[in-house]
């Protein structure tokens, strides 16, 4: 077997902005409610021409430039979504179609929603350390707004679209760490898009006790998988779920060195984009070190979770 890394990223957000006001012009809530419960000021809204495809399509096509790559490089390609309405062909092949790929990539989508990216990359990393891959696409993707109850202010004040993507190729060494993952199948029903058209919906505060109660040991596990301790994470990027989730999940992961995301900020809950598109950020600014260590960390509907430690590209 050889080992894996994350060489480039990319990310995409539509130009439409949704802002706080925005909102309240439409469901009653207020720039100052919405910020003392999620956090989020912002958030993009896909137009009728930006399906998910067309989302995760540009995000690859920057983190192929970013890595200096043709896609014909790529012999894997994983999207993982949960808003692609179509079934077949799936969306990591209508991305592949879009790149002009000529190389017979593998082509698959994972739903497995907010954690959805996270279990993407593990996948990556396993089939190129068993010598299925060379290299390989993996991109989170969704438009949540398309599948948001507006009239709901519990929910709408929380999502928007985007999608990231990372290169991934094979190494000598280990620079993705094993991954930790799991689920609670018993509390599916906390998070939920179901129906016909599909619709979000979710147990507030069941999601909230769970995440901030559970999720710090399992974090604490994945550092110990990867053979660090939370002291030496140079960054932590978990699901941009809410800011009320994230700053106090960061704390009590003892992360005290770190550069942690808050991408949910200026982007909202954007599902399996949210860890790829954040991290993509604070690399483009710069903000981590090449080589240093970050925790990836996805949770959410399914009450499904997963993370991993990578060396930062």
């Known amino acids: 077997m050889t080992g894996s ?54 995000a690859a096509a920057k983190a192929l430039a970013n890595a200096g790559l043709t896609p014909h490089d790529i012999d894997l390609v994983l999207v993982a979504t949960s808003t692609a309405i179509d079934r077949s062909p799936n969306m990591a092949a209508r991305v592949a179609a879009k790149l002009g790929m000529t190389s017979a ?35 989170g993707a969704d438009t949540m707004a398309g599948i948001t109850d507006w009239t709901d202010r519990t929910t709408c004040v929380l999502t928007g679209d985007g999608a990231g993507a990372a290169v991934v190729e094979s190494c000598p060494d280990r ?46 596990k994945t550092c110990e998988k990867a053979g660090i301790t939370p002291e030496d994470l140079a960054g932590v990027v ?5 800011l009320r989730i ?11 060195n770190a550069v942690v995301a808050r991408d949910v900020v200026d982007s909202g809950n954007t599902s399996a984009a949210s860890i790829p598109m ?17 925790l990836l960390f996805g949770f959410g509907g399914n009450l499904s979770y997963a993370g991993q430690v990578i060396r930062c590209p």
């Open 5 to 58: 890394r994350v060489v480039a990223l990319g990310h995409y957000q539509p130009a439409k902005v949704l802002t706080n006001e925005d909102l309240a012009a439409m469901v009653e809530t207020s720039d100052e409610w919405i910020l003392s419960r999620v956090g989020i000021r912002t958030r993009h809204i896909a137009g009728p021409d930006e399906p998910v495809d067309e989302l995760a399509y540009q």
């Open 105 to 139: 990539p593998a082509v698959m989508d994972l739903n497995v929603v907010c954690s959805g990216f996270t279990h993407a990359l593990a996948t990556a990393d396993h089939a190129i350390r068993s010598g299925s891959s060379t290299r390989a696409l993996v991109i």
């Open 175 to 220: 620079a993705i760490g094993p991954v930790l993952w799991g689920s609670v199948p018993e509390m599916g029903h906390a998070v939920r898009i179901e129906g016909t058209p599909p619709v979000f919906a979710q147990e507030g505060q069941s999601v909230y006790r769970w995440t901030t109660s559970r999720l710090p040991a399992l974090a604490r």
């Open 238 to 242: 978990l699901h941009q779920a809410n």
């Open 246 to 256: 994230i700053e106090p999940l960061a704390a009590k992961i003892g992360a005290v």
């Open 278 to 294: 954040a991290l993509s950020k604070l690399v483009e600014r710069g903000e981590i070190p090449s080589g240093s260590p970050v």
